[in-house]
């Protein structure tokens, strides 16, 4: 498959095919004529449509079929199950479309998993990159040769994956392997990405195991995190992915890192400073309970809780390695610091964070230019890659040495 999605003739990306034939509609229903592909606007999705005549389209609003969804089976006799929410009507005929939820097919065991990568160009770094960890083995391959300015949603590599033995194993397990994956490529992007359609191949490197789906992507832009701008960052997917992977894997972790990749998604969609900041204090605020009393046992709870705000972010730098200071390159916030006696990052993050929160305080943005705002989370944000780094076990990248 090329590494751009395909276009249409109006623009548009053109579907990727999963299966065409005959659909057996319902667990009694008439069997039509239909496809199952993914297709990728207005937002990815496998999809699956079906023709009927005039009328069919009633039957989707029959009975339980609306909440539950419908049963498939498709010529093969394979089965999955529909949500019908898009009708295409004609004269004489009716195509009735919808989203199918996740589903698999095939053996137990496979001894390698591949998948597409969506939206996750890895921007100046080897085409083959290793991920070795926790007794797992991935390689991914990247389309080094095709050009990722647009905006949209684009196949921009390959992901394989495979027990570090060699041996064979459960496709659920490489499932949750790649799900492990979307939210470290989250993390490196700093927006959405994700892999989707992954097939497992057994010792003959025959295909003895699919699934159909593709998880949550957003549209490609030029994102913020390790694998974007920093050429330092050449190395770090493979020097983060066996800390990430172990603490992945610990239940107690789990939701923080899910959370973590979620809000620093969420702040690169947001242009408006004031949201992003907001969101990446958040973060801040995790990585600091975190790193300085979940995994360095520094200070106490209590104590971690006594502490003010730029003082905790402090803390966190000194643990992480981190220049508190505000470099030269952000100059819109080095001259409101020096204007308005901030001391440093944390001091000013701090400062226009509280006159975003408190209503009492809002006035105090009236002393700073959005753009001041701009850098402040800019800078917030450098200070949670560098402490992500650190939390997985980095050891020599330091981004903010030189970024600005």
């Known amino acids: 498959m090329k590494g751009r999605v395909r276009a249409n003739a109006d623009g548009t990306a053109a579907p990727v095919h999963l299966y065409s034939g005959p659909i057996t509609f ?3 229903g008439p069997t039509l004529p239909g496809w199952i592909r993914l297709i990728w606007e ?19 609003l029959v009975g339980e079929w609306a909440q539950n969804g419908v049963l498939l089976t498709l010529g093969d006799g394979r089965q999955c199950l529909s949500h019908p929410d898009r009708w295409d009507h004609w004269e004489d005929r009716v195509l009735v479309r919808g989203s199918i939820e996740p589903v698999a097919f095939g053996g137990v065991s496979v001894r390698r998993m591949r998948a597409l990568l969506v939206n996750l160009p890895l921007i100046n770094r080897p085409r083959i990159t290793g991920l070795v960890g926790n007794g797992w083995r991935l390689r991914l391959k990247d389309l080094t040769n095709e050009d990722w300015d647009g905006k949209g949603f684009f196949i921009t590599g390959s992901l394989l994956v495979e027990r570090e033995d060699g041996g064979e194993f459960e496709p659920g397990r490489g499932v949750a392997i790649l799900e492990a994956f979307d939210y470290f490529a989250t993390l490196a992007q700093g927006s959405w990405a994700t892999h989707a359609l992954p097939i497992g191949t057994g010792a003959a490197g025959r295909i003895e195991w699919q699934r159909w789906t593709i998880g949550q992507v957003d549209r490609y832009e030029s994102g913020d995190g390790w694998a974007t701008h920093y050429s330092e960052s050449v190395g770090v997917l493979s020097e983060l992915w066996p800390g990430f992977l172990t603490k992945w894997e610990d239940p107690e972790w789990q939701g923080t890192i899910r959370t973590l990749a979620t809000l620093l998604a ?12 907001l969101m990446i204090d958040v973060v801040l605020e995790l990585l600091s309970w975190a790193i300085v009393v979940s995994v360095g046992d520094m200070v106490s709870a209590e104590g971690h809780d006594r502490l003010q705000g730029p003082d905790r972010l402090r803390l966190l730098l000194a643990v992480a390695g981190i220049d508190r200071r505000i ?13 308005l006696r901030w001391i440093d990052g944390p001091h000013a993050i701090a400062q226009i964070r509280d006159a975003v929160v408190h209503p009492r305080k809002r006035y105090n943005l009236r002393e700073v230019s959005p753009s001041t705002i701009l850098e402040a989370q800019l800078l917030a944000r450098d200070y949670a890659h560098g402490a992500i780094s650190h939390l997985f076990g980095a050891t020599a990248w330091k981004p903010w040495t030189s970024r600005w």
């Open 266 to 277: 969420e702040a690169t969609a947001h242009t408006d400073g004031e949201a992003a900041l």
């Open 42 to 60: 207005p937002e990815p999705r496998v999809e699956c449509g079906i023709e009927g005549e005039a009328g069919f389209d009633n039957q989707v």
């Open 327 to 339: 470099p030269d390159g952000l100059k819109e916030l080095a001259a409101a610091a020096q204007r």
């Open 26 to 28: 319902g667990q009694d």
